[in-house]
């Protein structure tokens, strides 16, 4: 079996990040805030969640956490919703699945589409409408799977609700396009306070702010001034160093030298773009976790945003992203010694080497690898 901290993914810290501040710190692990004033009621002795399984290649890997679930007995039970961002007329559907996850506070999802013209997206709906500011994505090697780099680990915090993400766009002439870029101390503040209890709670010991600021001097300058002084003036007595990276500057030293990176935060845009490197500097889509949380409500999805389209329907998808994604969804939960279980035999199957998908260099099948993990769990 591995290391503890490895297994424990994004595990119980991030609760409390949503709510409060200046923890003291404890050994590093990777892990979950939650008040358990806000935690979701059981009923019958299980917990309900609300799934939405995404498009391309998400009913198979929900498949395949629902069938571990199952097998484990884990006290789960699910109000699945199967919106999709590729069909018209989905709207009603949607609005079922926003309803279920108010009810129920936290929610499974994968990847849901969203075209180049038509609908706006509703993932960042979804994030907006709940407030669930804050995108966590942990990026970190996986023992026995080798990749270009070795020994990254680094966590992405992302603000998930303004930004180039707004959505406010208009034509103010035939031909000119305006889109508005939304930039809050408010919400620079909630991010960046986000980001240093996370790094207090996981006993991190550095975070970087990413920017544009040089260019964007008023809405990046405000982001980085307030998460410097929100640095200086309520975490300087934590130990915890900070710094700030231009963002095109941040993408060269992701791919040269990431293992300088320990916790980063960022606007918007920036998060998605960084996180998609991330993942592929680990092993890809098929693998990284995410989480998203607000003060009330959580949703747990993969960390690099791929639908997988191409892929689809041919039993191919890496279901391990979805898988870890819900054993963060269980430490959410306080199901401590489930999520355990599953994240430890799912990094030790990845880690031998036997049962390997296509994106891991492997023939395996989405069913060989979920069948490969229920096995070793029971």
């Not at 358990?36 to 299980?46: D, N, S, Y």
Request: hydrophobic share 40%; aromatic share 6%.
């Amino acid at each position: 079996m591995i290391s503890a901290p490895l297994r424990s993914s994004v595990g119980s810290a991030l609760r409390s990040a949503a709510a409060s501040s200046k923890r003291a710190p404890v050994s590093r692990s990777m892990a979950t805030l939650s008040d358990e004033k806000r935690l979701p009621a059981k009923f019958g002795g299980k917990y309900t969640v609300t799934l939405v399984p995404g498009d391309g290649i998400g009913k198979e890997v929900a498949e395949s956490v629902k069938e571990v679930f199952d097998a484990l007995k884990v006290p789960v039970q699910w109000e699945q919703y199967d919106v999709s961002g590729e069909t018209t007329g989905g709207d009603d559907l949607f609005q079922q699945a926003m309803e279920s996850l108010k009810r129920n506070k936290v929610g499974l999802k994968g990847i849901l589409y969203t075209p180049v013209e038509g609908h706006n997206s509703w993932n960042v709906a979804m994030r907006q409408q709940l407030d669930i500011y804050a995108s966590v994505v942990v990026c970190k090697s996986l023992p026995g799977f080798k990749t270009r780099h070795d020994n990254v680990d680094f966590a992405i915090i992302r603000e998930n609700t303004e930004g180039e993400y707004s959505g406010l766009e208009h034509a103010s002439y035939p031909g000119v396009v305006e889109s508005l870029k939304v930039s809050t101390r408010t919400k620079a503040e909630r991010i960046a306070r986000f980001a240093f209890d996370f790094a207090v709670k996981n006993n991190r010991k550095k975070v970087t702010c990413v920017h544009k600021a040089n260019i964007m001097k008023l809405g990046d300058g405000l982001f980085l001034n307030t998460c410097r002084r929100v640095a200086e003036q309520e975490y300087g007595h934590t130990g915890i160093k900070f710094e700030a990276m231009i963002v095109d500057n941040t993408a060269m030293q992701l791919v040269s030298k990431p293992q300088q990176f320990d916790v980063m935060v960022m606007p918007n845009l920036y998060g998605t773009i960084c996180a998609n490197i991330g993942s592929a500097l680990v092993g890809g889509p098929g693998i990284t976790p995410g989480c998203n949380f607000g003060r009330e409500y959580a949703l747990f999805e993969p960390g690099c945003r791929h639908v997988g389209k191409d892929i689809m329907g041919t039993n191919k998808a890496n279901p391990t992203a979805l898988i870890l994604s819900a054993t963060m969804m269980l430490r959410h939960l306080g199901l401590e010694s489930q999520a355990n279980l599953i994240a430890g035999a799912t990094y030790d199957l990845v880690k031998e080497g036997k049962i390997r998908t296509a994106d891991l260099g492997g023939n395996s099948t989405t069913t060989d690898f979920t069948q490969g993990l229920i096995k070793k769990l029971l």
